[in-house]
């Protein structure tokens, strides 16, 4: 059984800055990728990025250019650095992790961008 642990949500202004991170119970070296996906009130759970264990990078067009996605195997953590956020980028982020055909799901951190 997969584990996830997402930290560093917050409050944070328009233009701001905010880095992600999900620790894993097991090595991320082993998952088929691991992403975020965000929720916000109302709407859909949409994917933010993926990086595959090949460390292969997809992004969502919304946060193309201002999120980058990173993964440090050594401590299993995957990384989500966003950078210029705005305040559509506010919702609850989730964390997953892929063992082919299953996906593991954090319990969630909430990003508030707001003046």
């Known amino acids: 059984q997969v584990q996830l642990v997402e930290s560093g949500g917050g409050l944070v202004q328009p233009g701001g800055s905010l880095r992600l991170s999900c620790v894993a119970s097991g090595s991320t070296s082993s998952f088929h990728a691991m992403g975020w996906s965000r929720q916000a009130p109302g709407k859909q759970r949409e994917l933010v990025a993926q990086i595959t264990s090949g460390g292969a990078t997809i992004y969502t067009d919304s946060v193309k250019g201002r999120v980058t996605i990173s993964r440090d195997n050594a401590k299993n953590t995957v990384y989500l650095q966003m950078n210029s956020l705005k305040q559509e980028d506010t919702a609850v982020y989730y964390c997953?992790?892929?063992?082919?055909?299953?996906?593991?799901w954090g319990q969630g951190t909430q990003v508030t961008v707001s003046s």
């Open positions: 997953y992790a892929v063992v082919v055909p299953q996906y593991y």
